[in-house]
């Protein structure tokens, strides 16, 4: 299972239907806390995430409604007697922003999280679900926008498999093997597959245009991305360290992006259709203005 969980979409003041930001990433086991804004612990609860689902957590940077949720999900990861090490990655510069969050107050420490701070763009996780890596972006503090990329793999191609008279156990021998012996002949995997591009995801908090934005972007199945103005505040927006909806749109659009999630709004909009005009006027794709409690999902490839 790939998907999005939303659980908090407002910047700066949380409103009566939008809190703080938070975002989950739930890809195949794996279940990446991205920015948890004040309120993470009850808005997961809310979207049925356990702290068991989580393993690792991923901060952009150290503004409040991006992590002042921490300490919260920290304790109740040990609450809930979380074993498996959940590594948290963090710009380095805010390291004593990072120990003040962990150890907010004093509680029965019992979950090992292992700091990972990121200094340059790069990789700074690989696994199963592919390679993790973090770009640099441009805020009026230290940020990072992370993305996550699976390698390619091969789709196994059903009409030829018959073709070629492979059927049941022959098929995992062939994926693992790379080739296989039917009635005397060799078949090769390549011959009976295609290959599958892998899925991208990609996730941009606050920053201006810049080139870590398209790094991130570049080709994602699904990009989250702040849209905390619409053009009319473009001002605003430069001086502050935002983008805005349009901005968002150029980016998805120039990207190749096939679901675009805008997120991290200004309190200043009660009503959030206006960023999907202003990005639809320059995206063609999927559009999604996040709402808290939701999810969407990973488009298949
Ligand atoms: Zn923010």
């Known amino acids: 299972m790939r998907e999005l969980v939303v659980l908090g979409t407002a910047c700066q003041a949380p409103t009566r239907r939008r809190n703080h930001n938070g975002y989950l990433l739930r890809w195949d086991g794996e279940g990446i806390l991205f920015d948890p804004g004040e309120g993470t612990q009850r808005q997961m609860l809310l979207s049925g995430v356990a702290a068991t689902d989580l393993t ?28 498996r090490p959940v590594p948290v990655h963090f710009p380095a510069s805010g390291q ?22 990121v ?5 700074v996780a690989t696994g199963t679900f592919g390679t993790l890596s973090a770009h640099r972006l441009d ?31 022959d098929v995992g021998r062939l994926q693992r093997d790379g080739w296989l012996v039917v009635d005397g002949r060799r078949v090769t ?21 810049c080139d870590g934005v398209y790094a991130l972007a570049e080709g994602a199945d699904l990009l989250v991305i702040e849209s905390t103005y619409l053009s009319a ?11 805005t909806a349009a901005q968002a749109g150029r980016v998805a659009a120039e990207s190749g992006v096939r679901t675009l ?3 991290h709004f200004s309190q200043r909009y009660p009503d959030p259709d206006g960023f ?26």
């Open 261 to 263: 999630v805008l997120s």
């Open 276 to 301: 999907r005009a202003e990005a639809a006027e320059k995206f063609g794709g999927t559009i999604v203005v996040a709402e808290d409690i939701t999810r969407v999902p990973v488009p298949k490839r």
């Open 56 to 83: 690792r957590v991923c901060l952009s940077h150290f503004h409040g409604d991006h992590c002042l949720g921490l300490p919260g999900v920290v304790q109740r990861l040990s609450l809930d007697q979380v074993s």
């Open 119 to 123: 200094e340059e763009d790069g990789p």
């Open 96 to 117: 004593e922003y990072l120990d003040r969050l962990r150890h907010a107050t004093p509680f029965h420490d019992v979950t090992d999280m292992p700091e990972h701070p």
């Open 139 to 169: 805020h009026t503090i230290d940020s990072f926008g992370y993305r996550l990329v699976e390698p390619p793999g091969r789709r196994m191609l059903p009409d030829r498999l018959a073709a070629a008279g492979i059927a049941g156990p």
């Open 233 to 243: 505040e473009r001002a605003l927006a430069d001086r502050f360290g935002h983008l």
């Open 189 to 209: 995997v390549d011959e009976v597959s295609e290959q599958r591009p892998g899925q991208r995801f990609g996730f941009v908090m606050d920053t201006r245009l």
